[in-house]
């Protein structure tokens, strides 16, 4: 009986090799049916720096598959980190944590270090020296009581601020260092603007599992004369409180990227505290969210259950993003914004007794908006104007243009014997048109003003074409976000429509979340892109497109917007059909559903 409980028991494997892929489509291969013949889930990264996995399944099932990975000399020397924990059985965990399925990608590199995707990644050889949980806490014990290495010595936290605000390391007479980063990849430039607290002293950094550490490492190394002293914890938290039950200096909590959440001691102190009331409290299994950012939030059952749903992280307090505490607060449903902004609600004062009423702050949506190709902001801007003023009362629409200047056309005289027909080139004066996504083996065209001659007026399949320029308009957008952000969702037409979602694929692969609270996506295509297939894009979506026998969308096939919204999970897709052609309808009925859609959000 003992047995067969045994055989059931679940657990969580987590492990990360750096090392020379020889062939990343072989090994993508190998992880895909092994995992599905011992049905494991998880995710599983491949790049050709190496293989980043956390998989869960039945612990005969894990301990098979770690057998199996010991045969292969590419893993020796493997920290294979095996838990026993309870099947999750909630599905918005399973879905979020990424344990519905088997997920398998390749990258191009196992940990995004830097938010520029043009940025060269330090090299992990040149990592800290790792130290085992009890060599760590060995040389912690020491300097707690007076010892140490002749050099003064930090802790550096290498986490993201929700996971350190529920656990963290906590020893007398050495100072622990929380860069208080969103994300890892904003880690680089706090060590860039911080490097007089890390310069001549002897850097012992921790994260989660080690992963994270072995490229930062390498990166304070890689500023020379005194950064020379790194050291990281080998197997990171979760192999010291493995070593140390009780939590020997952690304190708190591990935050954990699965269904388990957070890992404690035996030693239950609550570190963390509700980001609303300030009362002790460390658990994140209700996944409140910033709404201006997105970061996980802590909230307590008792402010949950008082039906707060406006949530600002303290990040994005000390940054003054959002509305300002002296706005007027208003409980506001979608029939009353009419109201407001005809000034018909009257603002609260002081002799408005709230007592145990729940209030929010008004505050229109912000939605990115993206023009299509061979447009720019202010012509998208231009004809969307119907749009903007019937959404006036939900939404501020903010409108850029891509990165990617693209060349004039003409077409040639067709009567003309001559290749070139000068009387055939327009002379007036003509505007720049960009794109976000460009064809291939274009670059030497853009950014020049002079006329190039084209074949025919239009191709119908020019998108397909248009598969260059990515990196640089992810760049560009995230710099549009950082200085002109937050934004509450994301708007694109047609080729913004293939950008929009793509830059929403690539943000989830990177974080595991998109960055916005919902898309909107007119006219669209799933643009031919390698490498963006795989797991369902987690946002609230709205899908708009033409579907007239008479009048369809002549410029962007049906097939093809059926396509983009397949990238999306299918529970929170909405979908609107109409006989307009490629434009963004903004008439009855299909304004309603948009404003119906948008109304959620407010």
């Known amino acids: ?265 035996s030693d239950d102190k609550v570190v963390g505290s509700c980001l609303l009331c300030g009362s002790s409290f460390d658990n994140y299994s209700s996944r409140n969210r910033c709404n201006y950012c997105r970061m996980l939030v802590l909230v307590c059952s008792e402010c949950e259950g008082k039906g707060c749903t406006e949530y600002k992280c303290e990040l994005c307090q000390k940054s003054e993003k959002g509305s300002s505490p002296e706005e007027a607060q208003l409980q506001l449903t979608p029939d009353s914004l009419e109201a407001l902004s005809t000034n018909q609600i009257k603002p609260l004062t002081d002799e408005i007794s709230l007592t145990n009423e729940i209030v929010h702050p008004f505050r229109k949506l912000r939605i990115l908006c993206l023009h299509g190709f061979r447009q720019t902001g202010s012509g998208f801007k231009g004809r969307t104007a119907s749009l903007a003023k019937k959404l006036k009362n939900l939404a501020e629409l903010v409108f850029i243009d891509a990165p990617h200047e693209l060349p004039f056309i003409y077409v040639p005289n067709k009567d003309s014997t001559s290749n070139f027909d000068p009387c055939c080139v327009p002379n007036q004066l003509c505007r720049k048109k960009f794109a976000w996504l460009i064809p291939s083996k274009s670059d030497e065209l853009l950014g020049q003003n002079n006329w190039f001659a084209t074949d025919v007026p239009f191709d119908p399949l020019q998108y397909m074409d248009q598969t260059e320029g990515f990196n640089e308009s992810c760049l560009h957008l995230d710099e549009t976000i950082m200085r002109n952000g937050p934004f509450d969702g994301i708007l694109g037409f047609s080729q913004g429509a293939a950008m929009a979602a793509l830059y929403c694929k690539h943000k989830q692969s990177l974080y595991s979340s998109v960055g916005f609270r919902f898309g909107m996506f007119f006219s669209g295509y799933r643009a031919p892109l390698k490498g963006y297939d795989g797991d369902a894009i987690r946002m609230p979506s709205f899908h708009c497109f033409g579907n007239g026998n008479d009048h369809k969308d002549r410029q962007i096939d049906l097939s093809q917007s059926v396509a983009l919204r397949a990238m999306f999970y299918q529970g929170s897709c909405k979908t609107i059909e109409h006989d307009m052609g490629h434009i963004i309808p903004a008439r009855s009925p299909y304004i309603d559903q948009i404003k119906d859609f948008l109304s959620k959000f407010v």
């Open 1 to 265: 009986m003992e047995e067969a409980k045994e055989q059931q028991a679940y657990g969580v494997l987590l492990y990360y090799k750096y090392a020379k892929i020889p062939d990343v489509k072989s090994t993508s291969d190998f992880y895909d049916s092994h995992c599905r013949s011992l049905g494991l889930v998880g995710r599983v990264r491949i790049a050709p720096d190496g293989v980043n996995v956390t998989i869960g399944g039945k612990m005969s099932s894990l301990e098979k598959h770690i057998e199996e990975m010991k045969l292969n000399p590419l893993f020796d020397g493997t920290d294979f980190k095996l838990a026993t924990c309870d099947q999750p059985t909630d599905d918005k965990f399973i879905r979020e944590c990424g344990f519905d399925s088997l997920s398998i990608r390749v990258v191009k590199e196992l940990v995004t270090f830097r938010s520029n995707p043009l940025a060269k990644s330090p090299d992990v050889s040149n990592a800290g020296r790792h130290l085992s949980a009890t060599e760590f806490h060995s040389v912690l014990h020491d300097v707690m009581n007076g010892g140490g290495t002749g050099k003064e010595i930090v802790l550096l936290d290498a986490r993201n601020v929700y996971e350190t605000r529920i656990g963290k390391f906590e020893v007398p007479n050495v100072e622990t260092l929380d860069p208080e980063t969103r994300q890892y990849s904003d880690l680089p430039s706090w060590i860039d603007n911080h490097s007089n607290q890390l310069e001549g002293k002897s850097i012992f950094m921790y994260c989660t599992g080690g992963i994270r550490c072995e490229m930062a490492s390498a990166y304070i190394r890689t500023k020379g004369a005194g950064f020379e002293n790194v050291f990281q914890l080998y197997g990171g938290i979760q192999r010291y409180m493995e070593q140390f039950p009780d939590g020997g200096f952690f304190k708190g909590k591990n935050f954990v990227f699965d269904h388990r959440i957070s890992v404690g001691s």
